[in-house]
C-alpha cells in the first residue's frame, strides 16, 4: 500500500488511539518484554519504518501525550538534511 499523494498526516498517539500506526506495546501492536524495545529510540525507528514501508516521505507529524516525545528522537535519529518531516505539531506532549 502506499499513500503517496498529497500531504500526509502521520498521528503519534498518546494512549492507543490509532489505526494504521500503533506504538509499541499499544492496541494491536507487538508487545515486547524487554524494557530495551520500549526506549524512545526504538519508537523512532518505528516511525521511520511505517515511512518506508508506506513510502511516504516527510509527513507532517501530530504528536499527542506520549506521541511528543518521538519526534525529537526522529530528528536526533534521522538527522535533518533532508527534514524528515515538514512539520510538527504537538498536542499536551509529556515532558
Do not use: K
Amino acid at each position: 500500500m502506499a499513500l503517496t499523494s498529497g500531504l500526509m498526516l502521520l498521528v503519534l498517539h498518546g494512549n492507543r488511539l490509532s489505526s494504521l500506526f500503533m506504538t509499541r506495546g499499544h492496541g494491536r501492536s507487538d508487545q515486547p518484554e524487554s524494557e530495551e524495545a520500549y526506549i524512545s529510540a526504538r519508537h523512532a525507528e518505528d516511525f521511520h519504518t511505517v515511512c518506508t514501508a508506506f513510502n511516504v516521505t516527510a509527513p507532517i507529524a501530530l504528536s499527542w501525550s506520549f506521541g511528543g516525545l518521538i519526534v525529537p528522537d526522529v530528528l536526533s535519529r534521522f538527522g535533518t538534511s533532508p527534514l524528515p518531516l515538514t512539520g510538527h505539531v504537538i498536542l499536551n506532549a509529556v515532558p
